[in-house]
């Protein structure tokens, strides 16, 4: 955090985005929908629990590794460029955000968060997972509940 530049390291990962396997990937099966839903709501409890909203959830910021002999799947999210932390994990916006609020406007992509100066992890994450299926909600309704009911509660706004 000291510095000009504060970054975040993480390992080198192997795989692609969700963004291109939506794009050029072979189509996903059933149990690879369940397991990426599943493996979203897992993730975003971790931010839930840990105050941090990274913001900028959508499908070009998840990678996806495809293992080919058992066609498992694990998920990713990278990308904590833009993420801000609520009490008690203090982590504030960089000061040249908020110097520059067209970054802010443009920050997260306006059809993965509520409001074009809201950002809510779990909406971003069902916007997310209805690019991987529209029918997500017939599919695996006790998932879809879940993600759906953990919308609107813990969000960031820039007044
Ligand atoms: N941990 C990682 N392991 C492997 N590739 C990564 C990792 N983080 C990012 N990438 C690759 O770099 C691209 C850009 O990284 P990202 O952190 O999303 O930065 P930005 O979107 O701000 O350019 C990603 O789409 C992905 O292809
Ligand atoms: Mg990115």
Redesign the pocket.
Known sequence: MEGPYPFVA????????L??LLMQGPSLTYNQKWELLRQMLEILTILHKTNVIHR?VRP??M?IQIDGVGNSVKL?L?????SVGLWPNHLPDLPYLLTHPQYLVDLGGANYKPDQLKWDDAYSFYRSALMIDSNYENLFPELWNQLFSSINKIIYSHQ
Do not use: C, P, Y
Request: charged share 20%; hydrophobic share 50%; proline share 0%.
């Open positions: 993480m390992e080198l990962l192997q795989g692609i985005t963004e291109q900028d070009g910021n990678l990713f990278i990308d904590f460029a833009f």
